[in-house]
């Protein structure tokens, strides 16, 4: 007898032809020099991302980005909403431990030699998705829009302006006014709940895509 | 086919239903907080009682307002409510007829002797250092409802009424 799970499947399976295609991605094996602990930490990267779209989704719902309500919405949030706080602060951790399991994931890549040929692609890809990580780190701190956050951001915002060249223009893009203001914060709200997820989401999907393609590369 | 249930099949509808117990709780947390709470200061209607089931000299306890334990006393003034949180360290106080020196109904904290009035909240002795506040009431088809505090500024100055 099939199970209820069985039928389900059946039914799109029928339609779609899924089966194939389903084992070669789902029942590839993992080769046992993988399943060390140092080539957990990409996937406990992602995990980390998975947990931040959660509880950044559920945070979106009370937060307001505008100064005059951005605190006090926060505030809300920790005091008055049922397991506000505990949303907040999975949020606030799980985004400090995505920044740590993204450098050592990139450790382990650089000290196992796993950027070399063919790989030099991939490399790159996992740069970009650094640097997002970081500027989504960047861009959420400035959002309670208290004491700590904005001087954080007027102060952050002098190492990209320190860039030889293009520094003043890629200050003048984030800031979006004379110094940090109402302009500051729509534009890095929306780098944090629009522009930088979509740029995540695809980073991401190249990258496991060459993961899957090229395979983890063998031990040294 | 088979209709038997086979081991991997038991163990897989088991592995099954603990990830669905698991994964509940956390579901579930989230639409509790997607409701919106109600704001401070907000209305409320909290039904505590028939007016006829609390006669005057006496009290009902054992309610809450705003999550605080609250008390609600009917005197020949007429009824009044406060929230029994006591304002020392945050233990509950109770209704009491009389007590020690006392030959009129009190509320008693039992944690370090704090004694209040029943007609202002006030302090009396003990080293409770605030009035307990008072909440607001309607009476409506025979019935007395809580609805707000009377003093919520007063309310957000007492530490043990923070949430
Ligand atoms: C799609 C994904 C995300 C959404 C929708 C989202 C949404 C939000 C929202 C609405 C806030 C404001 C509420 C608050 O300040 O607590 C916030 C704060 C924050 N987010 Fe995100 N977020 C996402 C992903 C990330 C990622 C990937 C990181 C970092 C690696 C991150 C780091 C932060 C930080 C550091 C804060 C400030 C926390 C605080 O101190 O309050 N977020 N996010
Ligand atoms: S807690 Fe009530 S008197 Fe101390």
């Known amino acids: 007898m099939a199970t209820l799970g069985e039928k389900f499947f059946a039914w799109f399976d029928e339609r779609f032809n899924l089966k194939e295609d389903l084992r070669k991605i789902l029942k590839k094996p993992v080769p046992p020099y993988a399943t060390h602990p140092m080539y957990c930490l990409g996937g406990i990267s992602f995990l980390c991302y998975l947990v931040l779209v959660v509880t950044g989704i559920l945070l979106a719902r009370y937060y307001i980005p505008t100064p005059e309500e951005a605190y006090s919405s926060v505030k809300f949030i920790m005091q008055e909403v049922t397991f506000g706080s505990l949303f907040r602060s999975i949020h606030h951790w799980a985004a400090n431990m995505m920044i740590a399991a993204v450098v050592l994931h990139m450790f ?24 997002t990580t970081l500027i989504f780190g960047f ?5 309670p829009w208290d004491q700590l956050s904005y001087w954080a951001t007027t102060v952050g915002l002098q190492i990209p302006a320190s860039i030889p060249v293009l520094g003043p ?8 006014g004379a110094e940090v203001g109402a302009e500051t914060l729509a534009r890095f709200y929306f780098l944090h709940v629009f522009l930088l997820p979509m740029i995540v989401f695809m980073l991401l999907g190249m990258h496991f895509f060459m993961v899957r393609r090229q395979g983890i590369s063998e031990p040294l | 086919m088979n209709k038997q249930t086979t081991r991997r099949k038991f163990l897989f509808g088991f592995i099954g239903a603990a990830f669905a117990v698991y994964i509940t709780g956390p579901l579930a947390m989230m639409l509790k907080f997607l409701w919106p709470p109600r704001k401070a200061g907000e209305e409320a209607t909290v039904v505590i009682a028939k007016a006829s089931e609390v006669p005057v000299g006496s009290a009902k306890e054992k309610w809450q307002f705003e999550k605080f334990p609250a008390i609600l006393i009917h005197n020949e003034e007429g009824f009044r409510a406060f929230a029994v949180k ?18 009129r109904p009190v509320l008693f904290c039992p944690c370090h002797d704090g004694i209040f ?21 309607e009476e409506k088809d025979g019935k007395i409802i809580a609805v707000r505090w009377k003093d919520l500024k007063y309310v957000k100055t007492l530490d043990v009424y923070k949430t």
Not at chain 2, 88 to 101: F, I, M, P
């Open chain 1, 139 to 143: 861009s959420g701190y400035l959002l």
């Open chain 1, 169 to 176: 223009a890629i200050l003048k893009i984030f800031i979006g």
């Open chain 2, 86 to 103: 006591c304002t020392h360290l945050g233990c509950t106080a109770q209704w009491r007829v009389e007590y020690g020196g006392y030959k």
């Open chain 2, 117 to 137: 009035d029943t007609k202002t909240g006030k302090v009396l002795a003990g080293p409770p250092p605030a009035a307990l506040p008072e909440i607001q009431l």
């Open chain 1, 108 to 131: 382990r890549v650089y000290l196992t030699g796993a950027f070399k040929k063919p790989r030099e692609l991939n490399w790159i890809a996992g740069v970009a998705l650094l640097l």
